[in-house]
């Protein structure tokens, strides 16, 4: 079997995140009403809609309009940009590495997205395990998490490097 080109991967797993954020806000937008509570899981995930204008948990929401298209579409937009020029330029990264990235990138420009098109981000997944739970989020947010868990993952159990070959002289 023949190995995928670089660019091709990368661009199957950036626009694979895509497609999975946008097309769970298509359907939350549609089916679920502002602040409504469906309990999936008992009440361990429960689907929820709300707007977030903000970033994580809201925050900036209340920043002045120029500060907020700075540091929410302006700045994650050049980092996205800036990632993925350091994926194709960086021929020797690993494959979990690569994933990683990509999944980053993937999460980041859903979430851009919305910010462009809607003004807001869609958020609708909220995890209550009762000794802990999280803010409402999208699987942008989790594409994020993932390729961010990739990458510390690879920094905490480094692949071993070969040893080199020892020369007979």
């Known amino acids: 079997m023949k ?87 960086t021929k020797d990264l690993t494959n979990i590495s690569l994933w990683g990235l990509s999944f980053i990138v993937g999460g980041g420009i859903g979430n851009l997205f919305d910010r462009i098109v809607y003004g807001s981000v869609t958020d609708m997944i909220f995890l209550d395990f009762q000794f802990a739970h999280t803010g409402i989020f999208n699987v942008a947010d989790m594409s994020v998490m993932v390729g961010t868990g990739l990458i510390l993952f690879e920094q905490f159990f480094p692949k071993k490097k070969d040893t080199p070959a020892i020369s007979e002289e």
């Open 3 to 89: 190995k995928m080109p670089r660019l091709a991967l990368v661009l199957i797993i950036i626009f694979a995140n895509i497609a999975a954020d946008q097309i769970t806000k298509v359907i939350a937008r549609a089916q679920i009403e502002y602040n409504e509570t469906i309990n999936v899981i008992g009440d361990y995930l429960i689907f929820t809609k709300v707007e977030n204008t903000g970033a994580f948990l809201g925050m900036g929401s209340e920043l002045s309009p120029f500060l907020r298209t700075t540091l929410l579409l302006i700045l994650p937009l050049a980092v996205m940009i800036g990632v993925f020029v350091y994926i194709l330029r």
